[in-house]
């Protein structure tokens, strides 16, 4: 048949475009769907047979990560960022209306099979949203007039390299810079002090820095790297963590569009430090509009002797870099999960020990870091440690780039020394009327306006930088009713208390939410979100209770106003009548339910 | 002669070999620790959490914590059975039990665990999922309803009988145990009763066929004696009431 004969020659192609390595499958598959618009089942044969991997290998992987398609899709998928920041911007009006004007169901592809329309986790343009993927690609600054030219482009099969520039443009919103984003860095020049001074001298200007790893967990960076210097073994590698699939965080991806060379720099110090010669970045997918320049940005550094064979001229020194995509999956960024899909499997977080610094990527030593922690090294190495060091507090030195977005006029990015008060930065990005902010994502920590006097640094709150600022007017249950959706969606499944607990929050949080809780309910969500702290695999389940035990201490007024009536319990259930109402008219706000309140004005005589 | 390292384990001494974890040496010195994805004949998972314990303070699972010694262990504290509890209640949740419906009543690990860890009640909500039974193959019965995710049996499939026949697929609450053949099927694999994969579900969602109710319920493996006394089922002989093939 000469239909399947084509199929299979394109497989072959993309497989051998990628050596025919089976550590590349996530990366085939996503080029295989590029093909075809999704994975029908032949298609996974053909890439396991290509690779010569058994056919359920390529199905586990294509079935773990969310921007794979086992079922057909659209030649359009378009995706909106359902982060909370893009709910205040209007996103959930803004799907309604596309899939109105486009005559089709959210979550559906339309019968003609031109399009699909669905959500997605936080895309990471929460400062110029609402946001969307098209096929793959950022879409910003959504708006009805910009939705009804997309209904037109799409109706009208338009492709994609047609449609207008602007829709796509991303833009980087530095509103703060200091020692990282605002010093001018001479390409080359920290490959320069390496050689000169040596790894050893090198390392004792990380240890001075007191430089920490800038993912959220903080880790003292010199350690990891002395730790894999040491690690027996000839093959090492490093790896960079451009994942940033906390909501609410983009402060990577800025980096990467604007500092690349910065970013790829530290890998290389990294690389000569503890003796390795390949790199590797783990970039998400949602950040798929950047891979063009990254790669042509690897091309120049290759081409002026800063990548590749014998850099700076000398020959004991060889490094390069790889640019891996993820696909969909928040615990990738996870340092085991992500080296499990690189090696081009599901991203299952494995069990440690042993560490990624003895036993990382193929079992070899692995430094794992943060994108904004190679950008510091960098920096640290040509500046030394004790300039990186005289910013900061006692336990948290340097920088820290925060992602500001929701309810303030100035979102961006805004580069703080440690140690900032929640007050300052919020004075500073222009939120006049903060109720609460989410710390950290929302595996980090919300805090009420009696908290704006705490500072930003390890030694208070700890944050990989993501700062999602609520004002007066919001609830803040929305909020902690889309963080439990986001780790219901993002769990990878693999032990019992997030599998299972992360959907049970979910239920009981939504049961409040929408007026049918009662106090019981809210000690089974902290009883709850206890054994989930302890009890689960890694830090997803971990942290995922966060946010909800958070607001129950600090926002309990936010929880007992949705309670049902404590002191009048109706015979006659108002809101349970109201529901049908509530289906025909898609309404699933607040302002849908009547309170124990009203409850109350409506039963006195 | 140096002696044997050991840690203490709710105030017990227990000797440990270099490599061997906490459950490993646990079970070596005959004192039970909950679990489910453990066994011992295969490297530990990690999955199921039914095992954790407090190590120096920390909660951790005892399968996957290596032994040191000097350690502090605490295991059977009303802390940890309330977890343990809450974990059990979540795996008959987030599937069908109907204990009194199920051919292995009496004799699974399952149900088994959860009377030890003092679960009465499921508690949470059930989620009623949508699963198959697949009755394709002429000696064993999967019943999909019942399959906690352990693995053992992909494990076992993969690593003993060298046959891959089972898969978990798909992330999240959406993972579930699949067949490994285009239609899913047990009966299209070379799946036998002789199998390792066949001995070691601790639930009911793999059985054997012909071999319905051949002791009676009252008189079954955990009827009589609670789990730490008489081991894990697929650990015992088919003489004693378990699965094991000598
Ligand atoms: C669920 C989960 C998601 C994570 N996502 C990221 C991420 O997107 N980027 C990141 O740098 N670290 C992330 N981390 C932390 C990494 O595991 C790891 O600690 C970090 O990459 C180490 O780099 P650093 O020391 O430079 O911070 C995540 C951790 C967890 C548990
Ligand atoms: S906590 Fe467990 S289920 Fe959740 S992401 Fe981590 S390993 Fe997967
Ligand atoms: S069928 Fe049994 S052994 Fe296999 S994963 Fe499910 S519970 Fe575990
Ligand atoms: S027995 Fe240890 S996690 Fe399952």
Redesign the interface.
């Known amino acids: 048949m000469a239909e399947s004969s084509t199929l299979a020659q394109t497989i072959r192609e993309i497989v051998q475009r990628h050596g025919g390595m089976s550590t590349r499958l996530l990366q085939i598959l996503r080029e295989v769907q590029d093909h075809f618009t999704w994975l029908p ?1 032949e298609t996974l044969d053909q890439v396991a047979e290509a690779l010569g991997v ?3 290998k390529v ?2 992987v294509a ?4 921007f794979l398609y086992t079922e057909p899709r659209g030649f359009y998928d378009i995706l909106f960022s359902d982060n909370i920041t893009d709910r205040m911007l209007g996103s959930r009006e803004l799907l309604h209306y596309l899939c109105e004007r486009l005559d089709m169901e959210i979550n559906t592809t339309r019968a003609d099979g031109l399009v699909s329309v669905g959500t997605t986790s936080c895309t990471g343009m929460c400062d110029q949203g609402p946001a969307a993927l098209v096929n793959g690609y950022a879409l910003t600054r959504l708006d009805k007039p910009r939705l009804d030219r997309i209904v037109d482009l799409v109706n009208s099969r338009t492709p994609l390299t047609e449609w207008p520039r602007e829709f796509f443009e991303v833009t980087s919103n530095i509103r703060r810079a200091d020692i990282l984003l605002g010093r001018h860095f001479a390409d080359g020049a920290a490959l320069r002090a390496v050689l000169k001074r040596g790894p050893e001298a090198i390392l004792e200007e990380m240890v001075k820095s007191g430089l920490r790893g800038q993912g959220g967990a903080g880790f003292k960076s010199a350690a990891k790297w002395i730790s894999c210097r040491g690690a027996p073994g000839d093959v090492k590698y490093v790896v960079c963590n451009a994942d940033e699939g906390e909501p609410g965080t983009f402060k990577d991806r800025v980096l990467m569009q604007d500092f690349a060379d910065l970013v790829f720099e530290g890998m290389t110090l990294c690389g000569r430090v503890i003796g390795a010669r390949q790199g590797f970045v783990y970039l998400r997918g949602e950040y798929r509009y950047l891979l063009e320049a990254l790669k042509a940005t690897l091309l120049r550094r290759r081409e002026v002797g800063l990548l590749g064979e014998a850099i700076l001229g000398d020959p004991g020194f060889q490094f390069d870099i790889d640019i891996h995509m993820g696909a969909g ?1 928040y615990v990738c960024g996870e340092e085991s999960a992500l080296i499990e899909s690189l090696e081009g499997k ?1 991203g299952v977080p494995r ?1 440690r ?1 042993p560490f990624p610094t003895t036993h990382g990527y193929l079992n070899k030593p692995t430094v794992v870091n943060n994108v904004e922690t190679f950008a510091a090294a960098a920096k640290i190495a040509v500046e030394g440690g004790a300039w990186f060091a005289s910013r900061g507090t006692a336990e948290s030195k340097g920088t820290k780039l925060l992602s500001l977005s929701g309810d303030c006029e100035r979102p961006g990015i805004y580069e703080y020394p440690f140690g900032v008060t929640v007050r300052r930065v919020l004075e500073d990005c222009g939120a006049r009327d903060a109720q609460g902010i989410q710390m950290a994502g929302p595996a980090g920590h919300m805090i009420s306006a009696r908290q704006f006097d705490r500072r930003i640094c390890f030694e208070d709150l700890a944050t990989g930088g993501s700062f999602m600022v609520f004002d007066q007017s919001r609830d803040i249950l929305d909020g902690i009713r889309n963080f439990t959706h986001f780790f ?10 997030c ?6 929050m979910r ?1 009981l949080v939504t049961k409040v939410h929408t007026g049918h809780g009662t106090r019981a309910d809210l000690e089974e969500m902290r ?2 979100g206890r ?1 989930m702290q ?4 890694c830090g997803l389940g971990q942290t995922a209770p966060n946010p909800v035990l958070d607001s129950l201490d600090q926002f309990p007024e936010s929880w007992e106003r949705r309670l049902r009536s404590t002191a009048y319990e109706p015979a006659f259930d108002l809101n349970a009548a109201l529901e049908e109402a509530r289906r025909l008219t898609g309404r699933d706000d607040p302002g849908a339910y009547l309170s124990g309140q009203d409850l109350l004005i409506g039963a006195m005589p | 002669m140096s002696e044997q390292p050991s840690f203490t384990l709710d105030g017990r001494r227990i000797p440990f070999r270099d490599g061997q974890t906490v459950m490993a040496a646990a079970l070596a010195a005959g004192v039970y620790i909950p679990h489910l994805c453990f066994n011992p004949e295969f490297a ?1 998972h ?5 095992c ?1 314990v407090k190590v120096n303070g920390r ?1 951790q ?1 005892a399968c ?1 914590t ?1 032994a040191a010694a000097g350690q502090l262990v605490q295991s059977e504290i009303e802390e940890l059975r ?2 343990r509890r ?2 059990l209640q ?2 008959f ?2 599937g069908n039990h109907v204990c009194p419906a199920c051919e292995k009543s009496g004799a699974c690990q399952l149900q088994a665990v959860a009377y030890y860890v003092g679960m009465l009640a499921p508690h ?2 059930h ?1 009623y999922p949508r699963r198959s039974v697949d009755a394709s193959h002429p000696e064993a019965v999967i019943d999909f309803n019942r399959c ?2 352990c693995e053992l049996c992909v494990r076992a499939s993969r690593e003993v009988d060298g046959k ?1 026949i089972f ?9 579930r145990l699949v067949v ?1 053949t ?1 239609s899913g099927k047990l009966g299209a694999t070379d799946f036998s009763v002789g199998d390792k994969a066949a001995q070691v579900c601790p639930t009911g969602a793999i059985l054997l066929k012909h071999h319905g109710y051949e002791i009676p319920i009252g008189q079954r493996l955990y009827d009589r004696k609670p789990i730490n006394v008489v081991g894990d089922v697929a650990q015992l002989s088919e003489s004693r009431g378990g699965r094991r093939h000598d």
């Open positions: 089942p058994s056919p359920d199905r586990n079935e773990f990560y969310s999956a599901h069990i020990p219901v969606h993002e769990s990878c499944g693999f032990c019992t208390p599998r299972v607990g992360t959907s049970l239920d009883k709850l054994i302890v009890a689960c695999h | 530990p990690g999955s199921c959490r039914v954790l909660v699972a996957t290596p309330e977890i809450g974990i979540m795996l949740v987030e949470y909500t989620f906690i995710l891959n898969a978990v697929r798909g992330r999240g609450i959406n993972a490994n285009p």
